[in-house]
């Protein structure tokens, strides 16, 4: 069959539409600069620690909110657009309140994720990182401890963190709700190194109000491979 003019026509419209949908996925793009990391394993990869529903509702549903209210954000606050993650997280006090809290959750969600990990890629603590646990806190039972007393004491709800302070030594902290320790006016700041989320959302399908025992028993999915490796990256940095 003969390609005519009503074929061209028609061909050219398309191709229109293609370019259209094209500029339009182009600008949705530049306006959703932070996008929602894969948890990288299966949901049901860290059962009976998290079951996989908690993970599910956490990761696809309460994470994935605050990323689509931090990318309205940055959209509707043409100053902000190219900063990183961590530069918002330093001026969120000198911007929108949508940015401290939201920031500051894809932050720390993100961190948390890959804070666990499967069975069988866990690892355990490295020769460097116990050195420092024992100076700093006089072993890993008690830093351990440390880490859950953050957590347990944190009232309402917020996260437990362990950094590496200015001074090169580790501590535990918690913050609340979306603060993090890389906010311009954190009360204690530091570079982090583990998280755990202390929102009841995190653990309240399988522990209910048993937040020590959730904290306890967070331990067995813990990535000391993770842990490792950030501890070496920060302790270079200092050096």
Do not use: C
């Not at 908690?54 to 994470?63: A, F, P, V, Y």
């Amino acid at each position: 069959m003969p390609f005519n003019r009503r074929d061209a026509l028609a061909l050219a419209a398309g191709s229109v539409a293609v370019a259209a949908v094209g500029h339009k996925a182009q600008a949705q793009a530049a306006a959703s600069p932070f996008t929602l990391p894969p948890l990288g394993y299966a949901l049901d990869a860290l059962a009976p620690t998290i079951d996989a529903e908690t993970m599910m509702l956490h990761h696809d549903k309460h994470h994935a909110g605050y990323l689509k209210a931090l990318n309205e954000a940055v959209a509707s606050t043409p100053s902000t657009a190219g900063d990183t993650l961590e530069a918002l997280m330093q001026k969120a006090a000198a911007l929108p309140p949508a940015f401290r809290k939201n920031a500051g959750q894809h932050y720390a969600h993100s961190f948390f994720w890959k804070a666990m990990a499967p069975a069988g890629q866990r690892g355990a603590p490295s020769d460097a990182l116990m050195a420092a646990v024992t100076r700093d806190f006089g072993g890993l039972d008690a830093m351990k401890s440390a880490f859950e007393k953050a957590g347990a004491t944190q009232f309402g709800s917020g996260w437990a963190w362990l950094i590496l302070g200015a001074d090169g030594k580790l501590a535990v902290t918690s913050t609340g709700n979306a603060d993090t320790p890389l906010m311009g006016d954190a009360a204690v700041k530091g570079q982090p190194l583990l998280v755990n989320d202390v929102w009841e959302h995190a653990y309240y399908l399988t522990y209910r109000n048993r937040r020590a025992e959730y904290l306890s028993k967070w331990w067995d999915v813990v990535s000391w491979n993770r842990l490792n490796a950030l501890h070496g990256e920060a302790v270079a940095r200092k050096a």
